[in-house]
């Protein structure tokens, strides 16, 4: 398993932009895939963007088009680029890490998780 560390999160009125980052330990990082699941307050975690081990990528619907996520072999790190906020995308954002390095939209396939970062987004 990788260890992950998210920051970037914090307070921003709607239409603005956020950059979250997620710092992954280990010298496997290429081979993974990385995602970006988002909880809001009374519901479930979902999928909000994946990037696999050859940058293919995945965005559910809510954000597809305002949301881009990259990735930074050489610095064992994934990005995930915010713009164009709603007030709808308030939530705890967590990174996951998927070992095989293909991309699924399960919770159940992700090995490892960061402890979550704020993103509060002000009408």
């Known amino acids: 398993q990788v260890q992950l560390v998210e920051s970037g999160g914090g307070l921003v009125q709607a239409g603005g932009s956020l950059r979250l980052s997620c710092a992954a330990s280990?010298?496997?990082?290429?081979?993974?895939?990385m995602a970006w699941f988002r909880q809001a307050p009374g519901k479930e975690r979902e999928l909000v963007a994946a990037?696999?081990?050859?940058?293919?990528?995945y965005y559910a619907d809510s954000v597809k088009g305002r949301f881009t996520i990259s990735r930074d072999n050489a610095k064992n790190t994934v990005y995930l680029q915010m713009n164009s906020l709603k007030p709808e995308d308030t939530a705890v954002y967590y990174c996951?890490?998927?070992?095989?390095?293909?991309?699924?939209?399960?919770?159940?396939?992700?090995?490892?998780w960061g402890q979550g970062t704020q993103v509060t987004v002000s009408s």
């Open positions: 280990g010298r496997t990082f290429s081979s993974y895939a």
């Open positions: 990037i696999d081990w050859s940058a293919g990528r």
């Open positions: 996951a890490a998927r070992r095989s390095g293909t991309i699924r939209t399960g919770i159940i396939d992700y090995d490892s």
